[in-house]
């Protein structure tokens, strides 16, 4: 290198070390005026919502749509996403429950959503995960909902009939599957274990690789790792890549999921109201009158008021045989005068009403 490239290299470092100094200044006045905040919430007394989940939605929309580059407007508003998260734990440390143990995609997605600065609490099951919350031993809990090759998680919806609790945020994940044993070679492995959507999501591979192992369907593909980390060879579980450096596994095979574009869907639940923030969605939970044509009654005012539904899934409603009660996904905030009135509608034709929540729309 000459002399001259040398020279620009070094005026070149120097102007980042002078950016890095304004960048860091301008973080730390960030963080003092989120303490100040914090301040004015608490004199003001009462119970203080520190995290506002439409705030932060606007916030990180924004970013994307003013990124001129050349960073990535998605990898700009990770960044922010972390600012926002750290700011908010010098006002108040958040306490989020997901669903584990550690290494499991659900940490991945509450750590999405939040950023690092919250304290994570691990559950073993989606019910424990749903009681922190209720009991305030959690702000928030992360749980799945919707997978694109499998579809619903059943045990998610089933806890929101009897919950108090709200739909406050949704994180989205990429999702994919490595397979994690102690063994070095795919012919020594005799079981495998992983949650049984992670079975599914993996089938082909299963069949095609290891046609003869048995199959063992557990809580978590984390907790998988973790039984295969303390059990004698043989084994191996289905986990994200990440499980493999907590519990000490080698990785046998990559991405092993049979469809490409392999996403789960996360609900963030609460016990707020959540604001408009006009990129919204709603969801609810409704049963249906004992009558002829009841399903089509129920839809027949979102239809009229242009009024998008974008998921409806059944679930049993456990209160009589053949009596099901009905989650419904619609586009916009229960604020909007459409949406208000299209509800108040189909609250008259349901034998049971729910409004379990209006939250933004994932962002990243």
């Given at each position: 290198?000459?002399?001259?490239?040398?020279?620009?290299?070094?005026?070149?470092?120097?102007?980042?070390?002078?950016?890095?100094?304004?960048?860091?200044?301008?973080?730390?006045?960030?963080?003092?005026?989120?303490?100040?905040?914090?301040?004015i919430k608490i004199e003001n007394g009462g119970h203080a919502d520190f995290y506002r989940p439409d705030r932060e939605a606007m916030v990180l929309r924004n970013v994307m749509e003013r990124n001129q580059g050349p960073l990535s407007a998605e990898e700009m508003a990770r960044l922010f996403r972390e600012i926002m998260s750290a700011c908010l734990a010098a006002e108040k440390t958040l306490q989020v429950a997901y669903l584990g143990p550690e290494g499991s995609f659900t940490q991945?997605?509450?750590?999405?959503?939040?950023?690092?600065?919250?304290?994570?609490?691990?559950?073993?099951?989606?019910?424990?995960?749903?009681?922190?919350?209720?009991?305030?031993?959690?702000?928030?809990?992360?749980?799945?909902?919707?997978?694109?090759?499998?579809?619903?998680?059943?045990?998610?919806?089933?806890?929101?009939?009897?919950?108090?609790?709200?739909?406050?945020?949704?994180?989205?994940?990429?999702?994919?599957?490595?397979?994690?044993?102690?063994?070095?070679?795919?012919?020594?492995?005799?079981?495998?274990?992983?949650?049984?959507?992670?079975?599914?999501?993996?089938?082909?591979?299963?069949?095609?690789?290891?046609?003869?192992?048995?199959?063992?369907?557990?809580?978590?593909?984390?907790?998988?790792?973790?039984?295969?980390?303390?059990?004698?060879?043989?084994?191996?579980?289905?986990?994200?890549?990440?499980?493999?450096?907590?519990?000490?596994?080698?990785?046998?095979?990559?991405?092993?999921?049979?469809?490409?574009?392999?996403?789960?869907?996360?609900?963030?639940?609460?016990?707020?109201?959540?604001?408009?923030?006009?990129?919204?969605?709603?969801?609810?939970?409704?049963?249906?009158?004992?009558?002829?044509?009841?399903?089509?009654?129920?839809?027949?005012?979102?239809?009229?008021?242009?009024?998008?539904?974008?998921?409806?899934?059944?679930?049993?409603?456990?209160?009589?045989?053949?009596?099901?009660?009905?989650?419904?996904?619609?586009?916009?905030?229960?604020?909007?005068?459409?949406?208000?009135?299209?509800?108040?509608?189909?609250?008259?034709?349901?034998?049971?009403?729910?409004?379990?929540?209006?939250?933004?729309?994932?962002?990243?």
């Amino acid at each position: 290198m000459s002399d001259k490239e040398q020279k620009a290299l070094e005026q070149i470092r120097q102007q980042i070390d002078d950016i890095d100094l304004k960048v860091q200044d301008l973080l730390n006045q960030r963080t003092a005026m989120a303490q100040e905040v914090a301040r004015i919430k608490i004199e003001n007394g009462g119970h203080a919502d520190f995290y506002r989940p439409d705030r932060e939605a606007m916030v990180l929309r924004n970013v994307m749509e003013r990124n001129q580059g050349p960073l990535s407007a998605e990898e700009m508003a990770r960044l922010f996403r972390e600012i926002m998260s750290a700011c908010l734990a010098a006002e108040k440390t958040l306490q989020v429950a997901y669903l584990g143990p550690e290494g499991s995609f659900t940490q991945a997605a509450a750590q999405k959503h939040f950023g690092g600065s919250v304290e994570l609490h691990s559950m073993s099951t989606i019910a424990d995960v749903f009681h922190a919350v209720e009991t305030g031993h959690a702000c928030y809990g992360v749980v799945p909902v919707e997978n694109s090759t499998e579809g619903m998680v059943s045990h998610t919806l089933d806890r929101f009939i009897a919950s108090p609790l709200k739909i406050n945020g949704e994180v989205t994940l990429r999702i994919h599957h490595y397979l994690l044993s102690k063994e070095k070679d795919l012919k020594a492995i005799r079981r495998v274990y992983a949650h049984p959507q992670a079975l599914a999501q993996c089938r082909q591979w299963l069949t095609e690789e290891l046609a003869e192992a048995e199959l063992i369907p557990l809580n978590s593909n984390a907790e998988a790792a973790r039984k295969v980390a303390s059990e004698p060879a043989g084994t191996a579980a289905i986990a994200a890549n990440r499980a493999a450096e907590i519990y000490g596994l080698s990785v046998l095979a990559n991405n092993i999921e049979d469809e490409v574009d392999n996403t789960t869907r996360f609900l963030v639940i609460g016990s707020q109201e959540v604001g408009a923030t006009g990129g919204d969605k709603t969801a609810l939970l409704v049963s249906t009158k004992n009558k002829p044509g009841a399903l089509q009654s129920l839809l027949t005012p979102l239809a009229e008021s242009g009024i998008s539904m974008t998921r409806i899934e059944s679930r049993p409603s456990r209160k009589g045989i053949w009596e099901y009660v009905f989650f419904i996904d619609i586009e916009g905030h229960i604020s909007e005068a459409d949406v208000a009135g299209a509800l108040k509608r189909l609250e008259q034709e349901s034998s049971m009403f729910r409004i379990l929540g209006s939250y933004p729309k994932a962002v990243l």
